[in-house]
């Protein structure tokens, strides 16, 4: 069965610190790796990773995807306290299926 | 341009009854995609419709169904309302369907209370 495993579930670290989240996956046809932001309501969309080794960043966000060992991670530097969130990895597979995992509960403390 | 717009916002139900949400994509998007929410359980696909045709389904009982116009607008909808069905509904539209090529935006959600 496919599955999409987060880890830490949730974190709680100091405002300026570094934190590093986990996504691996087992699934069927894998075609690309999703990560969003949810603060309140909607998940707002963070990065598209569909190649293994190529860093895609966006600011205080980096996220990369290694397809031989089936796991991306997402880092986020000097952390501040907008960061706090859940953050989903979602993987889309065999016939455009998109399965998300349960989510890492970050929280910055000031 | 306007974004997924999901109505109720918010709605409170008894056991046994059953309840409609609404969809409205974002404007040229054919995909919607449905999900459940719930602190435990996380995001759980429920269906996603293509240009008025199911194409994927989730492993949720008969109770959840849904449905697309020809405007793209989806709906769907929980008959015989459990306890257990409380949650965040939340859906998604993208332009093409929810392949790699594209990227789910999700509306603010229908928080389902059912008591």
């Known amino acids: 069965e496919d599955k999409v495993v987060q880890s830490p579930l949730s974190l709680v670290v100091h405002e300026g610190d570094t934190v590093t989240l986990n996504c691996s996956y087992e699934?069927?046809?894998?075609?690309?790796l999703l990560w969003y932001k949810q603060e309140k309501k909607a998940p707002t969309f963070l990065f598209m990773l569909t190649s293994s080794g190529i860093e895609k960043k966006s600011g205080r966000l980096s996220s990369i995807l290694d397809k031989k060992e089936l796991f991306s991670i997402l880092n986020i530097t000097a952390t501040q306290t907008g960061d706090s969130a859940v953050y989903l990895c979602?993987?889309?597979?065999?016939?455009?299926?998109?399965?998300f995992g349960k989510g890492t509960r970050l929280h910055i403390l000031p | 341009k306007a974004g997924v717009t999901q109505t109720p916002r918010y709605l409170i139900k008894t056991r046994g009854q059953q309840v409609t949400l609404s969809c409205s994509p974002i404007?040229?998007?054919?995909?919607v995609s449905w999900y459940q929410q719930t602190p435990g359980q996380g995001l759980q696909f429920l269906f996603e419709?293509?240009?008025?045709?199911?194409?994927n389904k989730g492993n949720f009982p008969g109770r959840f169904s849904g449905r697309q116009f020809s405007n793209s607008r989806s709906e769907m909808n929980v008959s015989t309302l459990e306890l257990g069905d409380s949650a965040l509904y939340l859906c998604?539209?993208?332009?093409?369907?929810?392949?790699?090529?594209?990227?789910?935006?999700f509306g603010a959600g229908s928080r389902l209370t059912v008591l």
């Open positions: 404007s040229g998007h054919r995909s």
């Open positions: 998604a539209s993208s332009l093409f369907g929810s392949s790699g090529a594209n990227v789910l935006t």
């Open positions: 419709y293509f240009s008025e045709t199911q194409r």
């Open positions: 699934v069927t046809n894998f075609r690309s």
């Open positions: 979602a993987v889309v597979g065999g016939y455009d299926k998109i399965i």
